[in-house]
């Protein structure tokens, strides 16, 4: 029961937060991603995950964008969501997008490096194979 209640109050949450970024922050903030939200057991606090698709200067804008319009946002969600405590929010960036991009990108490195050098280790191997029929004989 706690958990289902716990994942239907993130979902909420997630809307109600999104709601109030496009309806009230949109033109303060960069694009903006909400990527999760982790709920205390007790479910009194929750923190924010976002991303934002920008340059530094738009992430630091929005980091100070949400810190100023943390109260008004808790605030509104305490009058929207229709239970005992609403969890009080806060906002941390996530970077967990840009470390995916930039391993993709080394793993795009590596591949290209390995195809670049196949032809130079078949070639080797055939010589190496040649060599050994050589010395066998």
């Given at each position: 029961?706690?958990?289902?209640?716990?994942?239907?109050?993130?979902?909420?949450?997630?809307?109600?937060?999104?709601?109030?970024?496009?309806?009230?922050?949109?033109?303060?903030?960069?694009?903006?991603?909400?990527?999760?939200?982790?709920?205390?057991?007790?479910?009194?606090?929750?923190?924010v995950?976002?991303s934002?698709?920008?340059?530094?200067?738009?992430?630091k804008?929005?980091?100070?964008?949400?810190?100023?319009?943390?109260?008004?946002?808790?605030?509104?969600?305490?009058?929207t969501?229709?239970?005992?405590?609403?969890?009080?929010?806060?906002?941390?960036?996530?970077?967990?997008?840009?470390?995916?991009?930039?391993?993709?990108?080394?793993?795009?490195?590596?591949?290209?490096?390995?195809?670049?050098?196949?032809?130079?280790?078949?070639?080797?191997?055939?010589?190496?194979?040649?060599?050994?029929?050589?010395?066998?004989?």
């Amino acid at each position: 029961m706690g958990e289902l209640r716990a994942a239907r109050i993130c979902e909420v949450l997630r809307e109600k937060i999104f709601e109030i970024f496009t309806r009230y922050l949109r033109d303060e903030m960069g694009f903006t991603t909400i990527t999760g939200i982790n709920l205390t057991p007790d479910m009194r606090y929750a923190t924010v995950f976002y991303s934002v698709l920008g340059t530094e200067e738009e992430k630091k804008k929005t980091a100070i964008v949400l810190k100023d319009a943390r109260a008004f946002i808790n605030g509104q969600i305490g009058r929207t969501l229709h239970i005992k405590f609403p969890p009080v929010v806060r906002f941390e960036y996530d970077d967990t997008p840009v470390r995916a991009t930039r391993v993709l990108e080394l793993l795009n490195q590596i591949e290209e490096e390995k195809f670049e050098n196949t032809p130079k280790l078949q070639k080797e191997s055939r010589r190496n194979k040649k060599r050994s029929k050589r010395s066998k004989k």
